[in-house]
């Protein structure tokens, strides 16, 4: 069984930055995909940046194109998330997920295609 633990959550003011970070509790454990959601008070989980592991292709919801950013580290087996401007509306649990076999990356945006998640860390950005 594979486990994941985020971190780097924290209380940020508006337009400030946070770096997330998620890592496998096997070494070994090579994935397919990597992805973080989010899920705020009062609202559904939802898809927030993806990674193929492999060829690294990064996909990311409209809502956080151009301010975050998914990156890898293959030799660490992390996965973080640089979040830069960031907005009252994306205070959340942010949720790191794996995905262990192939998938198109359409069905990567979905959060029911992961084997595997994270407990989830609080991002909170105040106005």
């Known amino acids: 069984q594979v486990h994941l633990v985020e971190s780097g959550g924290g209380l940020v003011q508006a337009g400030g930055s946070l770096r997330l970070s998620c890592a496998a509790s096997?070494?070994?454990?090579?994935?397919?995909?990597m992805g973080w959601f989010r899920q705020a008070p009062g609202k559904d989980r939802e898809f927030v940046a993806g990674?193929?592991?492999?060829?690294?292709?990064?996909f990311y919801s409209e809502s956080v194109k151009g301010r975050f950013t998914i990156s890898r580290d293959n030799a660490q087996n992390t996965v973080d998330l640089q979040m830069n401007s960031l907005k009252p509306e994306d205070t959340a649990v942010y949720y790191c997920?794996?995905?262990?076999?192939?998938?198109?990356?359409?069905?990567?945006?979905?959060?029911?295609?992961?084997?595997?998640w994270g407990q989830g860390t609080q991002v909170t950005v105040s106005s």
């Open positions: 997920a794996a995905r262990s076999r192939w998938a198109t990356v359409s069905r990567l945006y979905r959060g029911g295609e992961y084997d595997y």
């Open positions: 096997e070494r070994a454990f090579s994935p397919y995909g």
């Open positions: 990674i193929v592991w492999s060829g690294g292709s990064r």
